[in-house]
């Protein structure tokens, strides 16, 4: 079935340190592709999307490019902020039928960015 | 715009007791979903509906749980008996229900501590 994997952690840089979450996918067929972000004591949000292959997702700072032939999603940002200290989750969403498709989320990444 | 509403925020039950979690999600979605995460995971679909039919209950625990979402609109999840491993967050989330790249809004979620 449908799967994400994604770079265990957790993660602490430094602030204005280069950012890199990886993510592989496996799915039958051309999934959307997601980042999920979750900040403490608050709910998911989205973060950023791609719905096709070599599309760029971007927000916030923050970039994935939806890479068919490696299967990857990786998730990159130039420069952190304490700000950004959260669990990031990597997600596909399956080809949809007559409705949308569940959402498959992997297993999340903590980041503490210190000052 | 109000976002997806769930109550109550938290629960503290005893084994074998009962418990039942609702959800308002955005005017106007027709897709309602019900994820379980358990900490240090990444949320599981638990069950997902188009109106009020259900698209997917895969991963239900049918023997225990059971979800409805009459008229299409509020839904409750609800758990009997509770074992000690139901401990965990319970998100709903809800989109329009168009094609797979529809992003999916969460709710704050409900945190089910079973003692």
């Known amino acids: 079935g449908d799967s994400v994997t994604q770079m265990e952690g957790p993660v602490t840089l430094s602030e204005e340190a280069f950012l890199t979450i990886n993510c592989t996918y496996t799915a039958t067929g051309y999934p959307s592709l997601f980042w999920y972000v979750q900040y403490p004591g608050e709910g998911l949000q989205l973060l950023l999307k791609a719905t096709k292959a070599d599309d760029k997702g971007s927000n916030k700072g923050f970039e994935a490019t939806y890479r068919k032939e490696t299967t990857s999603f990786h998730l990159e940002k130039g420069s952190v902020q304490v700000s950004d200290s959260a669990v990031y989750f990597c997600?596909?969403?399956?080809?949809?039928?007559?409705?949308?498709?569940?959402?498959?989320f992997g297993s999340g990444t903590r980041l503490s960015i210190r000052p | 715009e109000a976002g997806v509403a769930q109550s109550p925020r938290y629960k503290i039950i005893e084994k074998r007791q009962s418990v039942a979690f609702w959800c308002n999600p955005i005017s106007g979605h027709a897709t309602l979903y019900w994820y379980q995460q358990i900490l240090g995971q990444g949320p599981k679909l638990l069950i997902q509906f188009q109106n009020n039919g259900v698209v997917d209950d895969s991963q239900l625990p049918k023997d225990r749980f059971s979800a409805e979402r009459l008229k299409g609109v509020d839904s409750t999840l609800k758990i009997q008996p509770a074992k000690l491993e139901d401990s965990a967050v319970y998100l709903c989330?809800?989109?329009?229900?168009?094609?797979?790249?529809?992003?999916?809004?969460f709710g704050q979620g409900t945190r089910l501590t079973v003692v």
């Open positions: 989330a809800s989109s329009l229900g168009k094609g797979m790249s529809t992003e999916a809004f």
């Open positions: 997600a596909l969403s399956g080809p949809g039928y007559s409705s949308a498709s569940k959402i498959i």
